[in-house]
């Protein structure tokens, strides 16, 4: 079990450290930090920028345009690179950069733009809006003239590639929408492709549904005519940008089906979050805690930016996404705020008929209605530009059309109705003083959807989820409709008829993505989302915290680097009474009984469980219970909840001893399983460790264009880590490998009044630039539980500063 002295000892060691520099820096606080300076066109009023020693800046401006201005300025001073690709990703500009191979990525993009009243997307976001998106670009763009002049250098990964950074307009920061995070649509595909191979029945293996509910095939739909590839175009506007090598670009940038619906799937426990918010009656302190650490996929850059923000009126500190003005996680010295993904159903496929005489009309009603058709110029490196046709029916962009069948495919999002640009409501919450302004802003929220934790210095505690939430009318929206009239949205369910919780009686509240509407909500009326995460992670959370009447800070951190898994500890009670005459189940029988459920890093029976449920158990399961889905429902380590449960209640599926023939196949797919980890590990079971094949090791995705020695600049890691899918650690793998993708790669715990008593993280570190010491340098405190102060107060960040940057307007 990992120890809590360790990074006790380094927290008080930095709380020394800092206010040693304190008292030492009485008379010039900043005496020791680098100085320099810069010039901005368009900033009002001279700044700074204090970088404090764990390479988060904290920004001071005189006024708020400034301060805004400062933000994107600085965005673009340490994360360029990631900011500009952001940008142009999300706008559909990448050919202009790296040429013919990515234009269809670039249609696909455009497909999933808003193209709607820009005037009703800014106001769906608060009054404010507006003005802050137009002072965060205003900064970029005042930085990107310094680079383009060459009053700057270049960034490193601009020469790699061959490009330069672009201005950017106000509006881009709200028109990209296919970065954010929504979901069924890649589900309805799957669930159509098992209900047409083996039954709608053998879905319960794929995924439970939650709350309780038996969904049915549309009336107009055959489940058979969905192709494995319709989500082509809605997989390239959704992934990220390979940089492949140029013999390698056309395998690499090729959708593949079964990749793309396994890791949809896999998806709905590894793109989640954990929070919690603690009372004060249930704190050594007094004084309320909140805890966040959102899971998504991991990369170099991190995803996720730390940064304080300081004017007249404004003082917030956290985490935010780079290209995005504000913060979305975080406090603003009053109020805590913190968020996990709450699964509202956002999307739908729609499935429409084709005029004969006339492809570019599907049926709707009693009659032929004519598709919108929007002709787009795409620049293209080293040739002409080319001529893209987007196309549109009612509903959404069509993806996919099956001539032969005279069919086409279209998505519903949530994407395409003003005020869903992800995170960019928190621009509204941020600044809110107590827990009605918080609900008042809330009120707006469109996506992601999102559990909000809440906390305030006067002890109040409260959660709250917001969604743009389509209301469907006879229908559930768990597989693609006829796109023909009968299966529409009734406008959208308010936010106000979504639950939440203000003090609650248990003296906290947790969320981790679980099913979490009341019993006696309106399930059949608002059908707000019937796929969840497992609710294994928060069944170890609540455990944790109910066992804590004086829960601390140290606490917390412990809680969210915790590996015990809830679903181990229910496959383990399945083992107790087994035995085997087969050497290898007998090896695993031995290991497994007696562990304690923990996925430690140091543990070998964490390494036979995790190489079982993600490559052995599920599939045995399958091949016996469904084998004409058993491929299709690839059974990795985050489609086990189904699984598991099956295999505590197993029915005639599996014949008529359904328990004898589940321990058969407990028993031999844990010996296949042992003798795999054997081969990875080698014969002797006292070398083998989960850390040895559960590593984290990011890699930047412009490497395979570079030289082995930039690599190896660019990379970090390896590094063992402990966790799974399925703990509070939540750190996923790849199912070939066991090689992290996915977890926390930002985690926050806060002393809700006393401020600077609190901690975060953010790997592998705060800087962009490789060559930068805060590119890499908080990746080792991450994997072994560690976290550096989140510094609020002046005084505070002044002794800790060790670079200041002034920057004053040109």
Sequence with gaps: MRKVTGRCVLISALVAATTTLA??????????????????????????????????PHIYAENEHDLFFLQGFNAARDRLWQIDLWRKRGLGLLAKDFGPAYVEQDKALRQFLYRGDMNAEWASYGPKAKSYAEAFVAGINAYVAEVQAGRRPLPIEFRIAGTRPDPWQAEDVVRVRSHGLTRNVASEVKRSLVACAAGLEADRFRVKLEPAWTTKIPEGLDPCTIPKGVLAAYDLATRPVAFPKPGERKAMLQHDPDRFLAEADQQRDTIGSNNWVVAPSRTATGRAILANDPHREHSVPSLRYIVGLNAPGISVIGAGEPALPGISIGHNGTIAFGLTIFNVDQEDLYVY???????????????????????????VKGEGARDVELKFTRHGPVIYTDEANKRAF???????????????????????????????????????????VYADVKGNIGWIPGAKTPRRAGYDGLMPVPGDGRYEWQGFVDNDQLPRVYRPAQGFF??????????????????VGFEWADPARWQRIVEVLQSKPKMTLADAMDLQNDNTSMLARRLLKLLQPLQSENANARKGLELLKPWDARDDAESAAAAVYEVWIANHLGAALLKAVAPKAADLIAPEASSISPIVAYLEAPDAALGADPKAARDRVLSESLGRAVADVGEKLGADTSMWRWGRLHVAKFDHALEPLTDAATAAQMSVGPLAFGGAANVPRAATYRRSDYRLTAGASFRMVL???????????????????????HYRDLAPLWATGQYVPLLYSRAAVDAAAAEVIEVRPR
């Design 23 to 56: 008292v030492a820096r009485d008379n010039d606080a900043l005496s020791a930090a680098r100085s320099s300076s810069a010039q901005a066109q368009g900033l009002q009023a001279p700044g700074k920028i204090l970088v404090d020693v764990w390479g988060i």
């Design 353 to 379: 008929e084709l005029n004969p005489a006339d492809p570019n009309q599907y049926r709707y009603r009693d009659s032929w209605e004519a598709m919108r058709i929007v002709h787009e110029s795409v620049e």
């Design 751 to 773: 002393d809700v009044g006393n401020w600077d008593a609190s901690r975060a993280i953010n790997t592998p570190g705060q800087s962009g630039d490789p060559l930068n010491a």
């Design 510 to 527: 947790a969320t981790a993505n679980q099913m979490n509407l009341p019993g006696d909500y309106p399930v059949a009326e608002r059908k």
């Design 410 to 452: 279209a998505v519903r999002s949530i994407w395409f109705e003003p005020g869903t640009s992800a995170y960019f409501g928190s621009s509204d919450y941020m600044t809110a003083k107590d827990w009605n302004g918080f609900v008042a802003a809330m009120k707006r929220w469109g996506a992601p959807s999102e559990n909000q």
